[in-house]
C-alpha cells in the first residue's frame, strides 16, 4: 500500500506547500531591490506575527543561534543570570550562559512539570542581569506560565530583562511582548512558521538594545546592533539565507489568509488550531490507555506521551515510521524510551490529527498489545472537534 511520509516531529513540521514554492522561485540576490523589497515586507509581516513594536530581527541560523545572540549580547563575564529549566531546551539555557561567563541561579521543575512561582519569587534578586526561560519547554511538552514571570520580574527585579525562547511557544501560546515586557523574544522557522529549518527571528525591546552597549561578551556574526542597522535598509549583515525568506513571506500570508488577510487574527486563529489537534491527541491517546507525560501544563505545541512500564517508547517511533511512515520524536536525553512525542504547531489540521489517532490504535494494538478497540481513540477525539468547531461556529455567528 502507498504511505505517505508524514512529519508529526515538533521541528521540522509539515512544510506548506505555497512556501515550497516560493522558495523554488527564490532566485534572486540579496543586495538588489527586489530582495530589499522582500525583506523589508517579512520583517514587517513578522512584527505582526511576533505581537510587537519592538524591532525584530532574522537571523539565518537555527534557534539556538538566536539564543546565543541573546546571551552574547546581553551579557557580560561575571553576571549574575536567572534560568528557569524543566527540560532539554531549558538545560540549554544554562550551558549557553556558563559558556558566556555569566552566574547561573537556576530554578528547574521536574521534567513534565512547570515552575512554581514561589520558587521563581525566592530565586529572583534584582541583581539578576537577565532571566531566561522557554515559552514552551518541547522535550517534556510542558507550557510555562510567561506572564507569571513577567509580572514577578517587574516587581521585584525591574531591571533584570526577560528573554523568553518561544520557539515553540509562538503560534501556539498567547504571548503578550509588549504588554508583559518581554526583552528578547525568540522563533524559529521549523516551527509553526511551516517552513525547513534555517531561520530564527527575536524581537527586541529598547531596554535590551541599552543593555547592549554596555555588554561586554563578545560577538561578531551574531552582532545584533549590525543585524539591527542593515535591516532598517532591507538588508541583513551577511549573506542571508535568501529562499527560507522567501518561504517564510508566504507562510505568513497564509497565516493571514485564515483570517482574511490580517495576519494578527490569523497567529490567533494558528494557535486556536493548534490548541484543538491538541486536546484532540490528548482525547484521543488517553482514550487508548496513555498517560500524559505533562498532563498539568500541557503545551499546544507538542504532546509528549509516556508509554506503559516495561515497554520502550523508541518501538512506538519505530513502528509509527515502519508501518505508516509517519514520523514522530523519541524522548530526549533521560526520558528516551520512556515517552514519544507529537507535534500540533504549524501546518497540522484536524485530520492529520484524526490519522495520527487512527494510526496509535493499531499500533497500541499490535505493537503494545494493548487492548483497544478500532474507533476507541478516534472518537475521543472527534468528540473534541466536534465540541471547538461548533463553539466556533456560535462565535462566528454571533
Ligand atoms: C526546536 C527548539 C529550539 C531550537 O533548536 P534548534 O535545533 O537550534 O533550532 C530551542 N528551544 C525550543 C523550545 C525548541 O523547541
Do not use: C, F, Q, Y
Given at each position: 500500500m502507498i504511505r505517505k511520509t508524514r512529519l508529526y516531529t515538533p521541528g521540522p513540521t509539515p512544510l506548506l506547500p505555497a512556501a515550497q514554492f516560493a522558495m523554488a522561485a527564490a532566485d534572486i540576490h540579496h543586495r538588489t531591490p527586489e530582495f530589499r523589497a522582500l525583506y523589508q515586507k517579512v520583517l514587517a509581516q513578522l512584527k505582526v506575527f511576533v505581537g510587537t513594536r519592538n524591532d525584530v530581527l532574522l537571523l539565518a541560523c537555527s534557534g539556538t543561534g538566536a539564543m546565543e545572540a541573546s546571551v552574547s549580547n546581553l551579557t557580560s563575564p561575571g553576571d549574575r543570570v536567572l534560568v528557569l529549566t524543566a527540560g532539554k531546551f531549558g538545560e540549554r539555557w544554562v550551558s549557553l550562559v556558563k559558556a558566556f561567563g555569566c552566574e547561573a541561579d537556576v530554578v528547574s521543575a521536574p521534567y513534565g512539570e512547570t515552575f512554581d512561582v514561589d520558587e521563581v519569587q525566592k530565586a529572583l534578586k534584582p541583581e539578576h542581569k537577565a532571566l531566561y526561560m522557554q515559552a514552551t519547554e518541547t522535550s517534556t511538552t510542558v507550557r510555562h506560565d510567561v506572564e507569571a514571570v513577567a509580572r514577578l520580574l517587574h516587581a521585584m527585579a525591574p531591571d533584570t530583562l526577560l528573554v523568553v525562547d518561544g520557539i515553540t511557544g509562538l503560534g501556539t501560546t498567547h504571548l503578550d511582548v509588549d504588554g508583559w515586557g518581554i526583552d528578547i523574544l525568540i522563533g524559529g522557522s521549523q516551527k509553526a512558521v511551516m517552513i525547513p529549518p534555517g531561520l530564527a527571528y527575536l524581537s527586541v525591546s529598547e531596554r535590551a538594545?541599552?543593555?547592549?552597549?554596555?555588554?561586554?561578551?563578545?560577538?561578531f556574526y551574531f552582532d545584533l546592533r549590525k543585524e539591527r542597522k542593515n535591516a532598517v535598509k532591507g538588508e541583513s549583515a551577511y549573506t542571508p539565507a535568501v529562499a527560507l525568506v522567501a518561504g517564510l513571506g508566504a507562510a505568513l500570508d497564509y497565516i493571514a489568509a485564515q483570517a482574511g488577510g490580517d495576519l494578527e487574527n490569523g497567529r490567533i486563529a494558528l494557535i486556536d488550531n493548534a490548541e484543538v489537534n491538541a486536546a484532540a491527541a490528548r482525547a484521543g491517546l488517553q482514550a487508548l490507555g496513555f498517560t500524559l507525560f505533562a498532563p498539568t501544563a500541557p503545551a499546544a505545541a507538542a504532546t509528549a506521551v509516556a508509554v506503559p512500564e516495561g515497554m520502550n517508547s523508541g518501538e512506538v517511533v519505530k513502528a509509527l515510521k515502519s508501518r505508516f511512515a509517519l514520523v514522530t520524536a523519541n524522548g530526549q536525553g533521560e526520558m528516551q524510551g520512556k515517552i514519544f512525542r507529537v507535534a500540533h504547531l504549524g501546518f497540522f489540521d484536524y485530520?492529520?490529527?484524526?490519522?495520527?489517532?487512527?494510526?496509535?490504535?493499531?499500533i497500541a494494538k499490535d505493537t503494545l498489545g494493548l487492548k483497544v478497540e478500532y474507533g476507541q481513540g478516534v472518537a475521543a477525539a472527534q468528540r473534541v472537534y466536534a465540541k471547538a468547531a461548533s463553539s466556533q461556529e456560535l462565535e462566528a455567528s454571533r
Open positions: 538594545w541599552a543593555a547592549m552597549e554596555k555588554s561586554t561578551n563578545p560577538r485530520l492529520d490529527t484524526v490519522a495520527l489517532i487512527g494510526a496509535m490504535e493499531h
